[in-house]
């Protein structure tokens, strides 16, 4: 495993090069945030909800699927 992963709350955090964080979540994967310091990342991950996320992804892939991957303005 890198060395600059920590677990924390049960999210992943990597400190990147630029010296900021991100918090990653382990059941989607999505890194759903970046910071300044790693403190700043508990905010996101407090309100962070998989299930909401998953849908959003399926909505954008079925509609690039119909569209040819072109969002229409109510989609944005």
């Known amino acids: 495993m890198p060395h ?3 677990f924390a709350a049960a999210f ?3 400190h990147n090069s630029d010296d900021t964080w991100d918090s ?3 059941k989607c994967f999505y ?3 970046t910071e300044a310091t ?3 990342l508990l905010t ?3 309100r962070h909800d998989c299930a909401a996320l998953m849908k ?3 909505r954008l892939g079925i509609h690039e699927r119909i569209c040819g ?3 229409s303005v109510e989609s944005a």
Do not use: V
């Open 56 to 58: 959003s992804r399926m």
């Open 12 to 14: 992943a955090h990597r």
């Open 44 to 46: 996101h991950e407090r």
């Open 24 to 26: 990653i979540c382990p």
């Open 38 to 40: 790693e403190e700043g």
């Open 4 to 6: 600059n992963i920590f």
């Open 69 to 71: 991957g072109e969002r």
């Open 31 to 33: 890194t759903i945030a």
